[in-house]
């Protein structure tokens, strides 16, 4: 799927991260690209950081189209990874350092990484995974818990002499990124995301965000391997704005506080347990958080009762709701703040950069108010998935991009999420949407988090089954209770006949829950 590279002399006028990187070392150099733990990082540092790693790859023979996988926490080694890999034309291969040996060795397998920055946060499977793929690669190690044979030392890269690499044009249509899905359900495809589809997602963010200058102080929390990451990343490289990354550690709603405060953070995406969690500290009050503009939130569903609940605690900031996924480089839709109150449980409207259509299966376009899948186009749908062309295919059939999202539109064009095709439960010939009964349950006041998936039955083919987490360990709840609770809110055929307790709901590292998980827990019950 790459592009072959042209003249150098064009490579001023590209429109993609690495041409801003040089602006900014240009324009503003002293000015903070990156925060991280106390430490700045400007612009022109981080250009000749990214200048001479790129060199250092170059000599180690990456180039144009290869594969640059990087198995590291949040940390500025990622982004100046990143940008050394795309630098030279070479594609960059976030990866999961949640996974295992097996799951780590597929990515690299199916990519052909030819070579690899690892830290210590996942040393012993990437050293397993390494052994167990059938191609040659370099290893490149920050910060590993233990002396890697073979393996080069990161910053030894960055302290090489040697020739400067050629200057290579890379097209806005070369891909940047091969962002491996989730893999919730079989093997994880790889999604090509190009220099293009990177700018439309920096337009979209901009937009949303209300970003007009290079004042803005952008807060990365998610893992930098997810596209959330990745995708609000992106317009800060392109305007200019501050970057601060916050270290990988298990979620502290007083460490983000803290950061928020300290920082002057001006906008943040956080997913919604997250967002739970900061609106139950008791800190907040005391802490001047008077910087932030924008609060953001995606990845999960977030139910009304948080909705209201975050309106309550940060007054001043605009709640703006992201929607979207990995092959739209992510964003689709938008709820700006001032609609967050008046369409509660909407994730918004298709941003400008993208055509949405709502349809039933066999492509016709449904009525306003029922429910149909959403198909995309538009610049930031990706190339397509790695060497995956039936995976492909079977994606952009009738010429969209299907999402395997089931939504229904109201009179104004806001979207409503009500499931996912794959987990829509059928009970008794009814399509029960898993995301309308979780929001209601969500309101219940013993729950903290809810996730309802289908359950065979002799009879009614499914029934739903709600997987509960209580906000009080020592409280009960019942399911006679719940269903009793629920009456006249939702209609009794989708009223959940069964209730688990459990302490925390399974989850993958973008905080989306593992359905598939629960399912399998219920065939073992």
């Not at 938008?334 to 349809?359: E, F, H, M, N, Y």
């Not at 039936?390 to 999402?403: D, K, N, Q």
Request: hydrophobic share 40%; net charge negative.
């Amino acid at each position: 799927m790459a592009a072959d590279p042209v003249s150098a002399p064009l490579s001023w006028r590209r429109q993609h991260w690495n041409t801003h990187l040089e602006r900014h070392a240009f324009a503003v150099p002293d000015q903070a690209a990156l925060r991280f733990e106390g430490r700045t990082t400007t612009w022109r540092q981080l250009r000749d950081r990214v200048h001479r790693l790129a060199n250092a790859l170059a000599r180690r023979g990456v180039g144009f189209g290869d594969r640059v996988a990087l198995l590291t926490g949040n940390r500025p080694e990622f982004i100046e990874a990143m940008l050394a890999a795309t630098r030279l034309g070479a594609i960059a291969v976030p990866v999961n350092f949640r996974l295992t040996a097996p799951e780590i060795a597929y990515v690299l397998e199916n990519s052909e990484a030819k070579l690899m920055v690892a830290d210590g946060l996942a040393d012993r499977p990437a050293r397993q995974a390494v052994e167990q793929i059938g191609h040659d690669l370099t290893v490149v190690t920050v910060s590993p818990s233990e002396p890697w044979p073979q393996a080069e030392a990161y910053e030894d890269l960055i302290a090489e002499t040697g020739p400067d690499h050629d200057p290579v044009d890379v097209p806005e249509s070369s891909p940047a990124l091969i962002m491996y899905t989730s893999g919730t359900t079989g093997r994880p495809k790889g999604a090509v995301l190009s220099h293009q589809n990177l700018h439309a997602q920096a337009l979209t963010i901009i937009r949303a965000f209300g970003w007009v200058d290079d004042g803005e102080v952008n807060l990365v929390a998610s893992p930098l391997f997810h596209i959330g990451a990745i995708g609000s990343v992106v317009p800060a490289l392109l305007i200019g704005a501050t970057i601060v990354i916050a270290p990988t550690r298990p979620f502290d709603s007083g460490e983000i506080l803290d950061l928020l405060e300290g920082e002057k953070v001006t906008t943040v995406f956080l997913v919604p347990t997250q967002w739970q969690a900061l609106c139950d500290d008791p800190s907040v009050p005391k802490r001047d958080l008077s910087a932030l503009r924008v609060m953001s939130w995606g990845a999960a569903p977030a139910s009304d009762t948080l909705l209201r609940r975050m309106a309550e605690v940060f007054p001043h900031a605009s709640n703006v709701a992201l929607f979207g996924q990995t092959e739209m480089s992510p964003v689709t839709c938008v709820l700006q703040g001032k609609d967050a109150l008046r369409k509660l449980g909407s994730v918004g409207r298709p941003v400008p950069t993208v055509a949405a259509r709502i349809v039933d299966s066999d492509m016709n376009d449904v009525p306003v108010g029922e429910v149909g899948e959403i198909v995309y186009r538009g610049p930031s749908l990706m190339e397509g998935y790695w060497r995956n062309p039936e995976a492909t295919a079977e994606a952009f059939r009738g010429g969209w991009f299907h999402s395997g999202d089931l939504v229904r539109a109201d009179e104004e064009g806001f979207i409503y999420v009500v499931d996912r095709v794959k987990d829509m439960i059928i009970s008794g010939g009814e399509n029960i949407y898993c995301a309308e009964v979780e929001n209601v349950l969500a309101g219940h006041p013993a729950i903290a988090e809810v996730s309802v998936v289908g359950r065979p039955h002799p009879h009614w083919g499914e029934t739903p089954v709600a997987f509960v987490v209580l906000r009080d360990p020592q409280t009960t709840l019942t399911i006679e209770e719940l269903r009793e609770w629920a009456s006249g809110k939702l209609a009794r055929y989708k009223l959940p006949t069964s209730l688990e307790i459990i302490d925390v709901l399974p989850r993958n590292a973008s905080g989306k829950v593992l359905k598939p998980v629960l399912r399998e827990r219920l065939t073992k019950s």
